[in-house]
């Protein structure tokens, strides 16, 4: 799953590296975060951004989408990792 390809509407769990990637103009994922995150100013998804040890904190409100270049994530079975896309490409 990529971040273009989020849902309008999605509730989603924003890991620190996405914004990251967006503000420091990352050569190969800054601008597909960059894109994401202009779509939640544009209230098209509903962010719920934290560190991501608070896994058990998305689980208790029901949040089962994080926003994420962190691998690790998809040893989490519940969880829909959306990451960014390579745009050099």
């Known amino acids: 799953m990529i971040l273009s390809q989020v849902p309008s509407g999605e509730r ?3 890991d620190a590296n996405i ?7 990352h050569a190969v994922y800054g601008k597909s975060c960059n894109d994401f995150l202009r779509r939640a100013e544009n209230d ?3 962010l719920t951004a934290a560190d991501a040890a ?3 904190a998305m689980e208790s409100f029901g ?17 829909k990792l959306w990451r960014p896309e390579n745009m050099n490409r």
Not at 19 to 25: A, I, M
Not at 63 to 79: E, G, K, T, Y
């Open 12 to 14: 989603i769990f924003i």
């Open 19 to 25: 914004f990251l990637y967006s503000v420091f103009g």
């Open 44 to 46: 098209e998804i509903m």
């Open 54 to 56: 608070h896994l058990a």
């Open 63 to 79: 949040i089962a989408s994080m926003a994420s270049n962190d691998w690790d994530f998809q040893r989490v079975p519940w969880l």
